[in-house]
């Protein structure tokens, strides 16, 4: 059973930054991907960011495009999102996910997801 552990989540202030991990028990396959989606109270999950495993191809939100970058380390199959010029609207809980993804920013084509960490950015 493939485990997602995430961590690096907080409470910062508008501008500031923060750096989410997550930990992938799994091993990559074709079409394999790993992503960072939101939700805030009241709201639908959403697309944050993703990384295509084989060719490092990264894709994001429009939201979020210029402020938060996604990263991987192969060796310890953990990918990372940099968030910089954290706004409040960016207060959600953060999941991870990872799968055998067609869309990148689909999330019903991920196969496992984290438990969630919070980040609240306040203003």
């Known amino acids: 059973q493939v485990q997602l552990v995430e961590s690096g989540g907080g409470l910062v202030q508008a501008g500031g930054s923060l750096r989410l991990s997550c930990a992938n028990s799994?091993?990559?396959?074709?079409?394999?991907?790993m992503g960072w989606f939101r939700q805030a109270p009241g709201k639908e999950r959403e697309f944050v960011a993703a990384?295509?495993?084989?060719?490092?191809?990264?894709y994001y939100a429009d939201s979020v495009k210029g402020r938060f970058t996604i990263s991987r380390d192969n060796a310890k199959m953990t990918v990372y999102l940099q968030m910089n010029t954290l706004k409040p609207e960016d207060t959600a809980v953060y999941y991870c996910?990872?799968?055998?993804?067609?869309?990148?920013?689909?999330?019903?084509?991920?196969?496992?997801w984290g438990q969630g960490t919070q980040v609240t950015v306040s203003s």
């Open positions: 996910a990872a799968g055998r993804v067609l869309a990148l920013s689909r999330k019903n084509d991920y196969n496992y």
């Open positions: 990384l295509r495993w084989s060719s490092g191809d990264t």
């Open positions: 799994g091993r990559a396959s074709s079409n394999y991907a």
